[in-house]
Every structure is written in C-alpha cells, then in structure tokens.
C-alpha cells in the first residue's frame, strides 16, 4: 500500500511539476544559460506575419526567422524588418514585454505594380458611394444613347469582366451629362447629377435610381432641399448610432472637440478633424497589454486631422492643418490602413503612421483615387498622359 502511495505521489508531482513546466514555457519564461547560474527569465512573445507569406524576418537588423512564426525575446524594444524580394520592406520598432504577445503584422506592396484599364470608353468624374463598392462615372465619348451615367459595382463583380460589366442607369438622349457632376445619397440608392446650363450661370440637378437601368432623370431643381434634407437626416441617423457605441466620456469630448467622421471600415477606428484644441484624457485604464506602441498625440490641436482607435484607447496625429488643403485621405478596406493623395503620388500608410508607402507615382487625374473592396488593387483615373483622349478608370494591383 505504501508503495502504491508513494507511486500516486510521483505521479501526482511529475504531473503538478509538468503542467508547471508547460504555463510557464507557454508565457514563454526559459532558461538562461549564459550566467554563472542557470536561471529561469521571462520572455515575451513576438508574432511576425507578412501578406504574402514566406517574408524574412530582421530583428535588430539580424536575420532571425520567417514570417509566420512567433519568436521569444527577451523584454525590451526591438527594431523589426521584414523583407521580401519583389516588395517594399516593412519597419517598426515594437515593445515586447514579459509574458505579453507582440505582433508584427506587415502588408507588403509589390515595387512594381500591374496598370491595367477596367473601362475602355471614357469615365468623368467619377465619384465612389459611401460602402466604398461602387463607383458612378459619365460616359460623353460615344453616341448620345450609349452615353451617360454608369455604375460599377465593384463588390459583386470579377475584375475580368469589369471592362464590360458597369451598368448604365441614365443614358444621354435626354440630358447631356457630359459636364455634370455625381453625388451619391449616404445609403449609395441614389444620385445627384448636377448639369450647368450653358445659357447661363445656373444649373439643372436631377435625380436618379443608382439601383435601377434606365432611369427617366428627374428633375428636382426647385425642390433640391426635400431630397438633401432626407439626406442629412440618413447621415445623422448613422453617426449618431456609431456615436452611442462609444463610451460616455468619449462621446461627449467627441461631440465637442471632434468633427468630420469618417469611420474605418470594420467600424473600431475613425479619423476626424480637431474642432478646438484640447486635451483626449485616457480612456482605458490601465492601458491594454500588447498594444500598439508607436508614439501617440493625444493633445489635440484645432485643425489638425487625428485617428482614434476605439479598441485600444490610442489617438495618432494623421495630419497637420496647413498639409491637409493638398491631401486626399481614405480608408484602406482592411481598416488597418489609410490611403493618402498628394503631390500626384498614392501611398498607403498604417493607421499609426508607421510604414507610409507610395505605391502608385504616374499619371493621374485629380485626387480620383479609390480603393478595391478587397484591398487587392486601387482604381485611378488617368489617360496616361495623352490630353486627346478621354480618362478611364484603371486598376493599381497591390498584391
């Protein structure tokens, strides 16, 4: 019996001193060898990914692995690279912290992107609705029947028939849109077209089914404020109910001090513009472990452009007031980056401002920029530099 006992005993410690063993390698402590003393140290986690895979991973400028996998390191601040042949290289200097996961999460754009036309008959002023799915755009190249207004849905469409695939909801035998300009409703069913009369100053604005071929535009010149009315109140209905997610505290310092909305996709961050200046007290406390740790500006100054990020209580300075005349910004789909226009360039950034890469540096007209739903390429506008011909919508592959 005894020695029955003292073999349940064994069992009982080699289990307690097993499941001890494996807690604590999960929290990633290991043994350190290099001293006098073997001693058992806390390490932290740092997840290395990369979009495409199969990236090499630089950890203080030392090749240590490849993306996917998870490194132990001791705590402390670490530069991170991750490189590929065939891309731009990602960078950021990330905090790892005992017992706590880090990640290095790299979206890489290739250094030399496809161009390729997704419309072949010319696209004006073409304007993306509020899903950021579809865009509309005025065909005035071809006979007045086969012109007017189109609309590319982008998410229910494969980018092989897009040449082919918009759908005109409005053609030319009635009114000559060639000169108008697009404006979609909040909830992207319909649209404005504003015609200037070339007899005189004024203009004609008509309306139309963005869902619907063939419209008979309507013209709602005289009672414009009826539909913009129902507009606003669609608008306000939406950022109010994004309004009540946030917390009480930071519902009220947003109604005060930030103005100008715009959420990312997945609805968790939004960048606004300061309304006055002041100061974003902390929202979280204590502070989420693992969080971003690139420096944030939480003292506001009026003008200024800002992200928050309502999941980790972090609010980054996106731009300054005296830059933002000359900067188009735009959420990236995977709510994880932002699209900046400028200076004819295109570059994608991180939400924190980390990694700001231009990806597009030719040709196009405007700030007509739009992203893919998928993140998979972005759409300009351009004729590629020859004045006599009309633009057309092109495709920016990203991967």
Not at 184 to 203: E, F, I, M, Y
Request: charged share 20%; glycine share 6%; no cysteine.
């Amino acid at each position: 019996m005894k020695k029955q006992l003292l073999i349940s005993l064994a069992i009982l410690l080699f289990l307690g001193i097993g499941t001890t063993v494996a807690i604590l390698y999960g929290k990633g402590y290991r043994i350190d060898f290099t001293g006098s003393k073997s001693i058992l140290k806390g390490t932290g986690l740092l997840v290395a990914t990369s979009t495409p895979d199969g990236a090499q991973v630089f950890i203080n400028d030392h090749l240590t692995t490849a993306t996917n996998n998870t490194i132990n390191l001791a705590p402390g601040q670490y530069k991170v690279r991750i490189f590929k042949d065939g891309y731009f290289s990602w960078e950021k200097t990330i905090d790892v912290e005992e017992e706590v996961v880090s990640k290095a999460e790299a979206l890489l754009f290739p250094t030399t992107p496809k161009l390729e036309s997704i419309t072949e008959t010319g696209a004006l002023s073409p304007v993306i609705d509020p899903s950021f799915t579809k865009i509309a755009y005025i065909v005035a190249s071809q006979s007045a029947r086969q012109n007017g207004i189109f609309v590319l849905d982008m998410g229910n469409r494969s980018l092989l028939s897009l040449s082919s695939g918009a759908t005109q909801i409005a053609d030319g035998t009635a009114v000559n849109f060639e000169k108008a300009t697009l404006s979609w409703s909040p909830d992207g069913k319909q649209l404005l077209a504003t015609v200037p009369t070339t007899a005189s100053n004024r203009v004609t604005i008509y309306l139309l089914n963005a869902t619907a071929m063939n419209n008979a535009p309507q013209d709602v010149t005289e009672t414009l404020s009826t539909v913009t009315d129902g507009w606003q109140k669609i608008a306000a209905d939406k950022q109010t109910a994004q309004l009540n997610t946030l917390k009480p505290t930071l519902k009220a310092f947003a109604n005060s001090f930030m103005s100008n909305l715009q959420w990312s996709p997945d609805e968790t961050k939004f960048f606004y513009t300061a309304s006055d200046s002041a100061e974003l007290a902390e929202i979280i406390t204590p502070k989420i472990i693992g969080a971003d740790s690139m420096q944030e500006d939480r003292n506001l100054v009026k003008g200024n452009v800002y992200l928050y990020d309502t999941k980790e209580d972090k609010n980054f300075l996106v731009a300054k007031a005296e830059d933002i005349a000359n900067e188009k910004l735009m959420w990236f789909p995977d709510s994880k980056h932002i699209i900046a226009v400028h200076d004819k360039k295109v570059d994608i950034r991180e939400y924190d401002g980390a990694n700001n890469t231009t990806v597009y540096a030719g040709p196009f007209a405007d700030n007509y920029v739009f992203p893919w739903p998928t993140g998979d390429n972005i759409v300009v506008l351009t004729n590629l530099g020859n004045a006599t011909i009309f633009p057309n919508l092109y495709t920016i592959s990203l991967k």
